[in-house]
């Protein structure tokens, strides 16, 4: 969002900073050097450097960051400490706790998604403040490792960071360890145009060293685009073995693959038609020669290419355990048709689209659009006609009975649910928040860029609608129930456009409050009804205070959604306010199904409550303030105006209601939500009517710095004040609580516990002589 310069100290974001810090120095101590350096377009002036503990590092790069502002300075720290008194040069470095890359030119986005799909999901996505010339967004990924690397692993390190961004032209400065990346939270000011350096997305993923070293290895160069959308993995997307087998291959990569990769395509598609008993090792080997000299230009000499067949053959031997290892090249590898072959053979046939995800014990089939839960055991149906083919070709009874049985295709079930291509983890699914899944494509929501429906990025969600033009019974919708407020409805238009992102960078929370027939059910259940897959409604108790625990299945439906939905408030309940705080500050939240394994996801939903009662607050903080947008709803629409048909006219036009909620998300990428002054003033009037403490101590008490009682003499007035206003008096605790977050400060009065900056006013003994 564009920011202003008027007052640059407002701009710096400490809580944004403290959390750069935990991801990239949590596990960390010793020094980190700090360099302030003038920005580029800004007049020249010298750069500033120096060291910052560990400890406390939040709070110390606050005020630098806030004079790095008003000096057009950006504020840099290298992502690794230094011994105390060290120059902060690469040979310093003595410890890191993430591997990360810088992408600053290209295309961002297909360089994210190839990471993240060769290497996992990002621990920390930061968009540096700067842009590419075509508009996206420059950003850092981090990959937190699950220890320190110190030693001879900050080699290892150095190295994981320079072939990282070799594999997909990232910034090469990286395979420096000294190289000082921009801190998140603080200001970028390049030429003068001032943005946040802010944090896209985080989460509580962390990899072992050796693991990423491996992924590394195995991940695939990312080819230069040709203007089209590339896949997020070239090696395992792109063209297939039968494909390329009628194709010449040059070298250098001119027909869009390498002679690697496709000679690599051609030997796993005869490997695995050797284990699937089809040929002989032999054979496999000598159709790879003849497809070598017929079809790749220049050949590969034929000792490099057996030793690429033997490796793959080894690497095909160990994760099928065949019976015979030896792999003799005369004979075939099975004629008898094991649980394994069988599992191996439905892979290879169906496998592309099917997914299995263990801690749900849940199949996913591809419709073309989305993955899905198989809720019909359509995976078992397809096992079964799978055995009964390899049936019709055996010889003896018996074998056909074998593998035709439940026995056999239970185990054939079970088994490829665990191949490497089949199984996947709760993460890897739906882990790119800006992007949106459509009927019409996959919209990139930073860029507007649609993209063709691909399975390898794993999207368990579609909307209804797909972008269009033009609602114009919507547009007169949201004047009549603003009453012509253009605000209100620009406000809305945003949130709108903010529910289409996976992001909850807003760390909000919405309630739309006012009394029946004013139109706040029908826009909510229009937009639900646009989003389709990524809308759901939960149950009033998920997000309303308890005095019993709540089950974590609760929360378990809502992984993936984008727009979580209450429809409806009671009267005398209060907010779930520790649940609400979670789930709107990116923190990571555990749940489980039904007789399932939990699991962890970081919640992409935006929470909208509607109702009629207000929900109490039992705290009045900032956090909550900061949180809740209060949305009033005060037009009542007159009975003789009202359109039962309404709801289904409004979802005709939900195409248009799409590219409307399109337009939405680009202002608030801009502008942020920045909610008018309507919403601030009702939630300020809503926390000071909720405010009890605060209302007991403006009518019963004095305030000053003179003012002194103890705690058992401020409680019983409070309690009398409470009784008398017919509200819960609570505890010692929980009032001592209250006037703590209010700053009063606890001690010893009168030898006793009690509380300095205020008194009763009352005239009775017990309320005066703490004074």
Known sequence: MPLSTANPKQQVDPGMIDSFVQIVFGYLDGQVPVRLLAEKGTPAQKPKAFTLPCSGLSEALVAPAQGAVRSARAVYVVPGTVATGSSGKAKDVKSTGVVLVDLDDGDIMKKREHLEHALGPASMVVASGGRTKDGQEKIHLYWRLTKAAEGAEMERVRSVRERIAARVAGDPSFKSLHQPIR??????????????????????????????????????????????????????????????MTRTIREGAVDEVTRFEALSKVIGHWVRTARLGRCSIDEAWRAVVDHNAASISPPWDEARLRREFDALLERDTGNHSHPNRAYDPNSRLTTNFSDDTLAALFVDREGSDWRYVAAWKAWLIWTGACWQRDETSRVREQVRQACRAAALTCEKPNDVHRICSDKTISAVVRIAASDPSIAIRTSDLDAFPMLLNTPAGVINLETGEVRDHDRDLLLTQTTAAAPGRGCPRWIRFL????????????????????????????????FFHGAGANGKSVFIQTLASVLGDYAATATLDTFMASATSKHLTELAGLRGARMVIVPETDPGRAWAEG???????????????????????????????????????????????????????????????RDVHLLAKLQEERDGILGWMLEGCAEWREQGLSPPSGILDAASSYFAEEDLVGQWIEENCETGSQCKATAQALFMNWSHWAEAAG??????????????????????????????????????????EGQ
């Open 183 to 244: 801190v998140a939270g603080t200001i970028h000011g390049k030429h003068g145009r001032f943005s946040l350096t802010r944090i896209v997305s985080i989460s509580s993923v962390e990899y072992e060293l050796g693991d990423l070293e491996d992924r590394v290895a195995a991940m695939p160069q990312l080819a230069a685009s040709s203007g089209h959308s590339m896949k997020v993995d070239a090696a395992r997307d792109g063209p297939g073995a039968h494909d390329l």
């Open 727 to 768: 509200h819960p008096k609570g505890t010692k605790k929980s009032l001592g609580e209250a006037l703590r977050q209010r700053g009063f400060k606890s001690g010893k009065v009168m030898r006793t516990r009690g509380w300095f900056g205020l008194r009763p006013s009352g005239k009775a003994p017990e309320c005066r």
């Open 479 to 510: 004047g009549e129930i603003t009453n012509g407020d253009a605000d209100l409805q620009a406000y809305l238009k945003r949130l709108a456009g903010y529910l289409l992102s996976g992001t909850t960078s807003e760390q909000m929370f919405a």
């Open 579 to 641: 649940r609400i705080k979670s789930v709107t500050g990116g923190e990571t939240i555990r749940a489980n199904f039904m007789h399932r394994d939990h699991f962890e996801f970081v919640p992409q939903f935006k929470l909208i409550v509607a109702g009629n009662h207000r929900p109490s607050l039992t705290g009045t903080g900032e956090a909550m303030q900061r949180r809740l947008h209060l949305v009033p709803f005060e037009v009542t629409i007159p009975a003789e105006r």
